[in-house]
């Protein structure tokens, strides 16, 4: 068994001298790094043309934590000189378990310490990050809001997981309709930094992945103010969610059904949602189709028929697992279509297997990966003639759904087992 080593700090001891050194900052940019030599440049230097242009009297500091890459990307990192006597930046790996929620944790140390009046953060991998995205995240932190969301402009099939869940359960759980809770870059006000840091997850999974949902979700029962902030298209290393999603739907989905325990007595009482609001302009830029692999999902989903059938029958509700039977029958992809309210209950299901589970919980979530691929392979079919427009408006309508349905979901909850 491995032994979990809990750090009183992410910082190195050189990092600590050095904003000793520095004393205080206005703003402080985090970048959690990991294998990202071919990119990490340009973010670094689109952060501090945005810092120049739009903050060129504050003083900013750039906080690039990198999670031990073997490659050139910490060498690269530092090879940017800021050149600019208000912007500094730190190079360096953070101390805590593996992951991106160490990296952030490295990064909001650096804020308080520093006592920064805005904080925001962006991964390291991308490549359509403008000047304008740093103005975009710190003005609203400038006037009052506590956290902002990235609202990306996004190709339909684009952003699966938030589609198919992370959007859906958001607004149907806590009643806030973020867009994109899981978008990766965001704004943060120095109080939910504070807040964030006090929380004891540092040394738990949500340290090695699903921060940034567990980061959306704490703003909103925390209490915080939040916004939105347009910031256009976001591009980076693309993924075809027939491809490599699967981990990344686990991280996701995982911490929103341990989440759902912890603040039970917080969704159970809302009703309905209400829209966030949504601030800026989309920076000029629009998103490409792309290809996705329809019959690999597809075949991906009959091999969990076949693998995980007997589970399944245990978790889903006879009617709908006659649906599900006889999609893994379906010989012709265009009428591979798997019903909204079908996916709904089983998603809710799946929250209550995953509830009453404790000891076989992320067993249990592994069986709901196929079913996932499956509801993608059904949503190239649903949006294959929608234009941009009218595919956002199919997933206001899916929303809807598990707006309606969540009575459903409370009584699953909330019967006692026999």
């Known amino acids: 068994m491995t032994k979990i080593t809990r750090f009183s700090t992410a910082l190195r001891p050189h990092v600590t001298a050095k904003i000793e050194q520095l004393g205080y900052a206005d703003i402080v940019i985090g970048i959690p ?26 003083r900013a500091v750039i906080m690039v934590s990198d999670g031990g890459s073997t490659d050139d990307t910490r060498d690269l990192a530092r090879t940017v000189d800021p050149k600019s006597f208000n912007v500094e930046s730190i190079v360096t790996i953070y101390r805590g378990i593996p992951g991106k929620g160490s990296g952030l944790r490295a990064a909001f140390e650096v804020a308080v310490f520093l006592k920064a009046r805005a904080v925001a953060v962006f991964d390291s991998d991308l490549l359509s990050i403008t000047p304008e995205w740093i103005r975009n995240f710190l003005d609203p932190v400038f006037n009052g809001y506590d956290y902002v969301a990235p609202y990306y402009n996004r190709y339909k099939l684009d952003g699966t997981i938030t589609n198919t869940i992370a ?3 958001t607004r149907v759980l806590y009643g806030q309709r973020i867009r994109q809770p899981i978008g990766g870059d965001f704004g943060i006000s120095p109080a939910l930094v504070k807040y964030y840091l006090n929380q004891d997850v540092w040394a738990t999974d949500i340290a090695k992945f699903g921060i940034d949902i567990w980061m959306t979700t704490s703003a909103i029962v925390g209490g915080f103010r939040i916004c939105q902030a347009k910031l256009g298209v976001k591009l980076h290393d693309h993924k075809d969610p027939s491809a490599d999603l699967g981990p990344m739907f686990r991280q996701v989905v995982g911490t929103t059904f341990q989440l759902m325990d912890q603040y039970h007595d917080h969704w159970v009482k809302i009703g309905g949602s209400v829209e966030v ?8 830029q629009r998103a490409e189709a792309f290809d996705i692999d329809q019959a690999n999902l597809i075949a991906y989903f009959k ?3 076949n693998n995980f059938g007997g589970v399944w029958g245990n978790i889903i509700e006879e009617g709908d697992l006659k649906i599900i039977e006889k999609l893994a029958g379906t010989e012709k992809s265009e009428q591979f279509l798997m019903p909204i309210d079908t996916w709904v209950r089983i998603v809710y299901r799946y929250a209550d297997a995953f ?44 929303a809807l759904v598990f707006e309606k349905m969540k009575g459903y979901l409370i009584e699953l909850w909330e019967t006692k087992e026999a």
């Open 167 to 169: 959007y859906n359960l």
């Open 303 to 305: 091999v969990g028929m």
């Open 277 to 284: 609001p949504t601030l800026g302009e989309f920076v000029g």
């Open 33 to 58: 790094a990991y294998y990202s030599g071919g990119s990490i440049v340009h973010v670094i230097k689109t952060v501090v043309k945005g810092i120049e242009l739009y903050y060129p009297h504050l």
């Open 355 to 398: 509830h009453r589970t404790p000891r076989q919980r992320f067993k249990v979530l592994d069986t709901l990966t196929p079913l996932y691929y499956g509801r993608v392979g059904s949503l190239v079919n649903e949006l294959r003639d929608k234009t941009q427009e009218e595919a956002e408006d199919h997933f206001e309508q899916n």
